[in-house]
């Protein structure tokens, strides 16, 4: 497997979204906020954030939540990427519980998109994306959703609970996961898929030529749309190819 560092450190540090400190917080009065940013074309985001981007727009970023939250939370370019996150305080991040009518919502833009991640119990959805390649990535509980990936090469994976869905078209694509999360990519349209699963969950996915699919646990893997599968398997998991 070759999950990104990334989402291994994600998924530790904020795999948390609540803690006993963060509870006594109070989130404060609804308010809304624009961040000035620089140019990027990569977005992390790490918490219980939900986050809705568009492509094909000027670099800008709003955001709708209670004012200590938004207080406590950073907005940075950092080589090209757009993190979101908490501010650290005292060595270590402030986090709070995400219950109903306290989420913190950001309405990003930006001309053009190559990767989104996010780390911990946040939700990404993302508008079309397209250009030589995307990845998408999930370390955690959240969830990542694409309307319409038009792309060459596609990568998504997920370190943990979490699940990623889309539609579109990718000339290749790569899916892998290390947990228990799902990857819902039937509506994607790949002429080769790779596929790669470790623990218990399970992928859909649809390529018109190859499908090599590796499993290593109970996961299961449906391929649709007439490839030939090379199938590896080392566990219980089931693999259906039509």
């Not at 985001?45 to 939900?50: D, F, I, W």
């Not at 996961?177 to 039937?186: E, L, P, T």
């Not at 018109?208 to 599968?229: E, F, P, Q, Y």
Request: proline share 2%; net charge neutral.
């Amino acid at each position: 497997m070759r999950a990104s560092s990334w989402l291994a450190v994600g998924a530790a540090a904020f795999g948390l979204s609540a803690c006993s400190a963060s509870e006594a917080q109070e989130t404060g009065p609804a308010t809304s906020r624009n961040y000035p940013v620089a140019a990027f074309d990569k977005i992390e985001v790490a918490g219980p954030y939900q986050v809705t981007i568009t492509t094909g727009g000027q670099p800008a970023v709003q955001a709708r939540g209670g004012s200590n939250i938004l207080d406590r939370t950073v907005v940075e370019v950092e080589n090209g990427t757009l993190k979101i996150h908490p501010r650290k305080e005292k060595g270590m991040n402030w986090s709070w519980s995400s219950r109903r009518g306290e989420e913190v919502r950001f309405a990003v833009s930006v001309p053009h998109l190559v990767s989104a991640a996010t780390a911990g119990s946040g939700n990404l959805s993302v508008g079309k994306v397209a250009g030589q390649r995307f990845s998408g990535s999930v370390a955690g509980s959240g969830e990542l959703r694409l309307a319409d990936v038009q792309v060459s090469d596609l990568a998504l994976e997920i370190a943990g609970s979490g699940n990623v869905q889309g539609r579109g078209r990718a000339t290749q694509a790569h899916y892998e996961i290390a947990g228990s999360g799902n990857i819902k990519a039937g509506g994607i349209a790949a002429d080769r898929l790779q596929v790669e699963i470790a623990g218990s969950g399970n992928i859909e996915g649809q390529a018109r030529s190859t499908a090599d699919v590796d499993i290593a646990g109970s996961g299961n893997v449906t391929v649709t749309g007439g490839a030939k599968c090379n199938v590896s398997k080392a566990g219980i998991g089931n693999v259906s190819c039509s």
